[in-house]
């Protein structure tokens, strides 16, 4: 039994010595490539700078246009699902029978095993297409479309999160809300939303980190045009929809043009290794431990 369990021990760690491996390798990859455009391109530039064209003749490295277009679909992602995964959450804790719960939480949860790629589609095919119905000067490819489906996907992750932080906060704060008089609306509302906020702003932050690294969406629906601005309505690019398009293969191999993605590869890994961090702070500074 001792020699089973030392077998047991050994591949566990391995295991989890292979997912270290991994993160190492990538980050060393990313680091490598990245120091080897800054050695030709002003890091000052690439911060500062709001024309980003190292595809064209006039080359600009100023990765702002990407930062943008990348925060306003996220920031209209978390928009629309940060309302509806509290509000699904606190009807499956509060309000919806046992039976509802058991079968309505993995069909919401299949909403984020739809390929990203058919959500593109959707937004463009779709969604697009009813938004400019009332809104005439809506661009066929936009920011809006894109993050609104991108925060459809993100639902579950709002929902199912915060539905498990709702369900950690003790029947006894309930039991004492509706004997001081308080309605099913505001126990829910006023003493378990409340009283569960750390796990909700958890599951909020890691929603946003993943909205910020949708790549098919964004690609597909928002257009491929860098430009530094907030307005939903035009075209943008993302980040990630720039990794994209460079990958396909249209720019040599080792030129400075290849090794942008690297470089925006790393803003984005360390914008998204931030946010992590900042949940697991949040997570491990306010939340309520009950007894």
């Known amino acids: 039994m001792r020699i089973k369990e030392k077998i047991i021990e050994k591949i566990l760690a391995a295991c989890a010595l292979v997912t270290v491996l991994t993160t190492l390798g990538i980050i060393l990859i ?47 992602a978390i928009t629309v699902a940060l309302p509806v995964g509290i509000i699904i959450a606190v009807y499956l804790n ?21 390929p990203t790629v058919v959500y593109g589609f959707f937004a463009l095919m779709i969604v697009t297409p009813i938004l400019q119905s ?37 029947d006894s704060l309930r039991q004492a809300s509706f004997g001081m008089g308080s309605t099913k609306f505001q ?29 098919m969406i964004v690609a597909i629906a928002a257009g491929s045009q860098p430009r530094f601005t907030f307005d939903p309505m035009v075209p943008i690019q993302t980040i990630t929809s720039y990794i994209v398009q460079v990958s396909m293969g249209d720019v040599p191999h080792g030129s400075i043009a290849y090794q942008t993605i690297f470089a925006a590869g790393i ?12 949940s697991y702070w949040i997570k491990t500074r306010y939340q309520q431990k009950y007894e």
Do not use: C
Not at 95 to 112: C, F, N, Q, T
Not at 162 to 170: G, I, Q, R, Y
């Open 267 to 278: 803003t984005l890994f360390i914008f998204t290794f931030i946010l992590n961090n900042i």
């Open 187 to 215: 126990t829910a509302f006023k003493v378990m939303v409340p009283a569960a906020s750390s796990g909700i702003i958890v599951s909020a932050i890691l929603a946003i980190s993943r909205a910020i690294g949708e790549t």
């Open 94 to 114: 509060e309000y919806a029978p046992r039976r509802v719960r058991k079968i309505l939480k993995p069909l919401l949860e299949i909403l984020a095993v739809v």
């Open 134 to 170: 009332f809104i005439p000067g809506l661009s066929g490819f936009n920011a809006l479309s894109p993050g609104i489906v991108m925060g459809i996907m993100i639902i579950p992750f709002v929902s199912s999160l915060s539905e498990d932080a709702l369900s950690s906060v003790p």
């Open 30 to 76: 990313l680091a490598i490539e990245a120091f080897s455009f800054f050695g030709k391109v002003s890091i000052v530039e690439f911060f500062t700078s709001t024309q980003w064209t190292p595809l064209f003749t006039q080359k600009s490295y100023g990765i702002l246009p990407l930062l943008s277009g990348t925060a306003l679909t996220a920031l209209i």
